[in-house]
């Protein structure tokens, strides 16, 4: 195992006197290679991020940020931020660079009658979840109570509410941000409303956010859960969801997955949230859970925290991962067929490839609105390869990047940048769409040297 060293982007060491006086001044906890709990701050839950920083920084308030911004650009570092660390492609962490902590920053405050939600940028959705169910109210989020609220709504935020409520981004009404320059700013749509535009959506290109101004809906008990059937079943299973979902009421948002029990039966599922009235979620879902014969039937009312955390019931994240995801033009028998395909020929019962379907609230918002510019009716394949041994990385990642490929005839050319692992060209073109030159844009404003790079990057205009 080596020894991380902090350097400088041009590959020279930081004299260990200017890290040693950073240190000494920095209010919160510093760590380097060798010191107690560096290992496990470097540690995300994918085991295929295997990364050393060489300094860590865990910030405990705003000061500390800026702080830790202003070392890294007058030492030059390459700067990595770091909030829950859910990112599939481990953009939180670095080689050698800095990693600007905020994972201690979770202080959730609810205001219970206007209905808003103040969420500082380390907090997960579990710390926002705890903070507003008493009160009968819910952001719209994701679906792992264990993702950091900052990153999912920087790169736009789906989850159990789409339909109804829309996206995370949706629901935001301001940030405050520490720029690239350390510069403390509020950015909402009154002030400095570029700025909030690009946040909502462009990634984390413009800057760190310590804390998000939400708006709150009144989400207490839903009717959520899962349906099992057979893997045989598969064909018949994903033709009626399709068709079913393309009349079903906001309310419900339901995604279908080709995946395995945790026996390692190949099988597939619809996963279902109805938000609304739970007497009228039952009529709407039976004739989903009247189809066919399904080996589980595991729907019922529940919390919502509880609905947030269905997922983590799967194997735990001790595994290694590697994602791709697009938006495919249209749910047709051959594109079901190929997942169906692909899907046989997986050999890690950890893998999953979901279908979600997000038409009703973000449909409604155009594209030219906010950063994510994905905002057409459309079907987003996931696919979520996992697997617990190393040795295998090669075969896995080499189905995952088989089954994007097949997909490329389908595909609108879009897709969530929330869901890729890897950096491809023009990755971040492809995906900002008609909103990348706005975003350029932007970026030479408040990022002209790319001081943010690890994220969905954008490059600034050069002027």
């Given at each position: 195992m080596r020894t991380a060293t902090l350097k400088r982007l041009d590959g020279t060491s930081v004299d260990p006197a200017v890290i040693v006086a950073f240190r000494k001044q920095f209010k919160g906890k510093s760590l380097m290679s060798g010191d107690e709990g560096y290992e496990k701050a470097r540690a995300i839950w994918n085991a295929n991020i295997d990364?050393?920083?060489?300094?860590?920084?865990?910030?405990?308030?705003?000061?500390?940020?800026?702080?830790?911004?202003?070392?890294?650009?007058?030492?030059?570092?390459?700067?990595?931020?770091?909030?829950?660390?859910?990112?599939?492609?481990?953009?939180?962490?670095?080689?050698?660079?800095?990693?600007?902590?905020?994972?201690a920053m979770n202080r959730v405050s609810v205001n219970p009658?206007?209905?808003?939600?103040?969420?500082?940028?380390?907090?997960?959705?579990?710390?926002?979840?705890?903070?507003?169910?008493?009160?009968?109210?819910?952001?719209?989020?994701?679906?792992?109570?264990?993702?950091?609220?900052?990153?999912?709504?920087?790169?736009?935020?789906?989850?159990?509410?789409?339909?109804?409520?829309?996206?995370t981004i949706d629901n935001l009404l301001s940030c405050e941000v520490v720029t690239a320059n350390g510069e403390f700013l509020t950015a909402s749509a009154d002030t400095n409303a570029d700025l909030f535009w690009g946040l909502r959506g462009g990634g984390g290109n413009f800057g760190i956010v310590t804390s998000f101004t939400f708006r709150a809906h009144p989400v207490k008990t839903v009717l959520g859960g899962v349906l099992l059937y057979p893997r045989a079943d598969a064909r018949s299973v994903l033709r009626h969801y399709r068709d079913f979902m393309t009349t079903a009421p906001e309310e419900l948002t339901a995604y279908a997955v080709l995946m395995s029990t945790p026996e390692g039966v190949p099988a597939v599922g619809l996963l279902v949230c109805y938000c609304s009235d739970v007497s009228e979620g039952e009529r709407?879902?039976?004739?989903?859970?009247?189809?066919?014969?399904?080996?589980?039937?595991?729907?019922?009312?529940?919390?919502?925290?509880?609905?947030?955390?269905?997922?983590?019931?799967?194997?735990?994240?001790?595994?290694?991962?590697?994602?791709?995801?697009?938006?495919?033009?249209?749910?047709?028998?051959?594109?079901?067929?190929?997942?169906?395909?692909?899907?046989?020929?997986?050999?890690?019962?950890l893998t999953a490839t979901v279908v979600e379907y997000y038409a009703g609230a973000p449909t409604r918002i155009d594209r030219a609105d906010t950063a994510f510019s994905q905002?057409?009716?459309?079907?987003?394949?996931?696919?979520?390869?996992?697997?617990?041994?190393?040795?295998?990385?090669?075969?896995?990642?080499?189905?995952?990047?088989?089954l994007f490929d097949a997909l490329r005839p389908h595909s609108n050319g879009g897709y969530l940048p929330n869901f890729f692992s890897d950096e491809v060209p023009d990755q971040s073109r492809i995906a900002y769409g008609s909103n990348y030159a706005r975003l350029a844009e932007l970026k030479a404003k408040y990022d002209p040297t790319n001081f943010f790079s690890l994220n969905q990057n954008v490059k600034p205009t050069q002027t």
């Open positions: 990364k050393r920083p060489g300094l860590i920084a865990c910030c405990t308030s705003v000061a500390d940020v800026i702080d830790s911004v202003k070392f890294a650009r007058e030492n030059d570092l390459l700067v990595a931020v770091k909030s829950g660390g859910h990112n599939v492609a481990g953009r939180s962490l670095c080689d050698d660079g800095i990693v600007i902590d905020l994972s009658t206007a209905r808003t939600v103040d969420v500082q940028g380390g907090a997960l959705l579990a710390d926002l979840d705890r903070e507003t169910h008493p009160y009968g109210l819910a952001v719209p989020s994701g679906v792992v109570s264990a993702t950091g609220i900052a990153g999912l709504t920087l790169g736009g935020g789906v989850g159990w509410l789409v339909r109804r409520y829309g996206m709407v879902l039976a004739p989903l859970r009247q189809f066919g014969t399904p080996m589980q039937d595991a729907i019922e009312p529940m919390p919502f925290p509880v609905m947030q955390s269905l997922l983590e019931q799967s194997p735990p994240d001790v595994s290694h991962a590697y994602w791709k995801s697009t938006f495919v033009k249209a749910l047709g028998d051959d594109t079901i067929d190929l997942l169906i395909e692909h899907m046989e020929r997986s050999r890690s019962p905002r057409a009716p459309l079907y987003n394949i996931n696919i979520a390869t996992k697997w617990r041994d190393p040795a295998e990385s090669d075969q896995h990642i080499g189905w995952t990047r088989a």
